[in-house]
């Protein structure tokens, strides 16, 4: 009976009809004292059993997102001439880095419910569980972390940026900044037709720092009493040395 009640399901389980197949011309990233960024190109191919169906039009979204953090968010306002905090509101989790690369405009390729169910766009990927109840709008704290980071690239849109061929071959380019947070960036691959998801993919690209980096980054956490002690020498050695050469100049 339960040998009969598998080949039923076997039977009756729908077959994907469309699967991404994935490349990346670099699966990790090393920062070394000189890292000022790198380019990941991301590409691949949909595999299918069937003929490409002709309406509506396949598209695709790439995502790669950074080590999520937990950020506090500080409002501002000037009481009696000054500039003081008046409210907070902690971000449960937002990722450090987030880069989104689609085929065709955002309307186009994803509806708000798949949106929200896959938590694709940069608002659905910062997860913000509750506010202070005397914060009267929560959700421009969110929108701030998102206005900052779109200001130094941390966080990108790029519409109509990934070139899908025949609706069988894609590729794109996604630039990712120097100041990278070591980790884990899950990169994520959504197939679209008519808004909804037909397919995904997900892999990862390994961010390290190397060398010299690697060294005052372990230092700094497991011996940061000496690495203290070290940075004040140098920060000391260096004011010497400016003012000996000052000294010089002058003389």
Same mark, same amino acid.
């Given at each position: 009976?339960?040998?009969?009640?598998?080949?039923?399901?076997?039977?009756?389980?729908?077959?994907?009809?469309?699967?991404?197949?994935?490349?990346?011309?670099?699966?990790?990233?090393?920062?070394?004292?000189?890292?000022?960024?790198?380019? *990941?190109? /991301?590409?691949?191919?949909?595999? $299918?059993?069937?003929?490409?169906?002709?309406?509506?039009?396949?598209?695709? *979204?790439?995502?790669?997102?950074?080590?999520?953090?937990?950020?506090?968010?500080?409002?501002?306002?000037?009481?009696?001439? *000054?500039?003081? #905090?008046?409210?907070?509101?902690? &971000?449960?989790?937002?990722?450090?880095?987030?880069?989104?690369?689609?085929?065709?405009?955002? #309307?186009?390729?994803?509806?708000?419910?798949?949106?929200? $169910?896959?938590?694709?766009?940069?608002? =659905?990927? *910062? =997860?913000?569980?509750?506010?202070?109840?005397?914060?009267?709008?929560?959700?421009?704290?969110?929108?701030?972390? &998102?206005?900052? $980071?779109?200001? #130094?690239?941390?966080?990108?849109?790029?519409?109509?940026?990934? #070139?899908? $061929?025949?609706?069988?071959?894609?590729? +794109?380019?996604?630039?990712?900044?120097?100041?990278?947070?070591?980790?884990?960036?899950? +990169?994520?691959?959504?197939? +679209? =037709?008519?808004?909804?998801?037909?397919?995904?993919?997900?892999?990862? /690209?390994?961010?390290?720092?190397?060398?010299?980096?690697?060294?005052?980054? +372990?230092?700094?956490?497991?011996?940061?009493?000496?690495?203290?002690?070290?940075?004040?020498?140098?920060?000391?050695?260096?004011?010497?040395?400016?003012?000996?050469?000052?000294?010089?100049?002058?003389?």
């Amino acid at each position: 009976m339960r040998l009969l009640l598998a080949l039923l399901l076997l039977v009756s389980w729908p077959a994907r009809a469309e699967e991404v197949v994935l490349g990346l011309s670099q699966d990790s990233v090393s920062i070394s004292t000189n890292f000022d960024g790198s380019e *990941i190109l /991301i590409f691949g191919a949909v595999k $299918r059993e069937d003929a490409i169906p002709e309406d509506p039009p396949l598209q695709v *979204i790439i995502a790669v997102a950074g080590p999520d953090q937990s950020v506090t968010v500080r409002k501002k306002d000037r009481r009696f001439g *000054i500039w003081v #905090n008046v409210e907070a509101v902690e &971000i449960d989790a937002a990722p450090s880095f987030y880069a989104i690369a689609t085929s065709a405009p955002w #309307n186009e390729v994803i509806s708000d419910v798949e949106d929200l $169910r896959h938590s694709i766009s940069i608002p =659905r990927a *910062i =997860r913000s569980v509750g506010a202070p109840m005397d914060v009267s709008d929560p959700q421009s704290f969110t929108d701030a972390i &998102i206005r900052i $980071r779109k200001s #130094n690239r941390a966080y990108q849109l790029h519409e109509s940026s990934v #070139n899908l $061929r025949e609706e069988t071959l894609f590729d +794109t380019a996604i630039a990712m900044p120097a100041n990278l947070t070591e980790g884990a960036y899950p +990169t994520r691959i959504f197939l +679209t =037709r008519g808004g909804e998801v037909v397919s995904q993919y997900e892999t990862e /690209i390994d961010v390290r720092k190397v060398g010299l980096e690697r060294w005052l980054f +372990t230092l700094s956490r497991e011996q940061p009493l000496l690495y203290g002690l070290m940075s004040l020498a140098i920060a000391i050695a260096a004011g010497w040395g400016a003012s000996a050469a000052f000294r010089a100049l002058r003389g």
